[in-house]
């Protein structure tokens, strides 16, 4: 089994999936996203893993760079905003825990952290 966090340390949320995973034994693969952030094809991927319809839903909707950016702006395509979280990986909702194993590829927003959970049943 393979077990990727996209991960911000400085977030409470993403530290209590990490500590959640770790107290299952597991051990995720850490991305620091703000540092390497994911590629457009990676949050594509992302996006259907979770089931989402829509890259806003993946958007951190508070952050100063989204209403800089104008993304609020319904008229904006899919790959403008996903071009938006790439440029400006702070948009990106964290954590995100993406699990590759026997069964596929699925992923899951902790948001709650026991949301990730659901990854592992």
Same mark, same amino acid.
């Given at each position: 089994?393979?077990?990727?966090?996209?991960?911000?340390?400085?977030?409470?949320?993403?530290?209590?999936?990490?500590? #959640?995973?770790?107290?299952?034994? !597991?051990?995720?693969?850490?991305?620091?996203?703000?540092?390497? /952030?994911?590629?457009?094809?990676?949050?594509?991927?992302? #996006?259907? *893993?979770?089931?989402?319809?829509?890259?806003?839903?993946?958007?951190?909707?508070?952050?100063?760079?989204?209403?800089? *950016? @104008?993304?609020?702006?319904?008229?904006?395509?899919?790959?403008?905003? !996903?071009? $938006?979280?790439?440029?400006? /990986?702070?948009? !990106?909702?964290? /954590?995100?825990? !993406?699990?590759?194993? $026997?069964?596929?590829?699925?992923? $899951? #927003? @902790?948001?709650?952290?026991?949301?990730?959970?659901? *990854?592992?049943?």
């Amino acid at each position: 089994m393979k077990v990727v966090m996209w991960h911000n340390p400085r977030c409470s949320k993403s530290r209590q999936t990490l500590q #959640l995973l770790q107290e299952r034994g !597991i051990e995720p693969q850490i991305v620091k996203y703000l540092e390497t /952030p994911p590629s457009a094809e990676d949050i594509r991927e992302v #996006l259907q *893993l979770l089931g989402f319809s829509s890259a806003r839903e993946l958007m951190r909707r508070k952050e100063k760079e989204y209403r800089e *950016l @104008g993304l609020a702006d319904e008229s904006k395509s899919e790959d403008e905003l !996903i071009r $938006a979280m790439v440029e400006h /990986p702070r948009l !990106i909702e964290r /954590p995100v825990v !993406i699990v590759e194993d $026997a069964r596929g590829k699925r992923a $899951a #927003l @902790g948001r709650p952290p026991e949301n990730v959970l659901s *990854l592992f049943e």
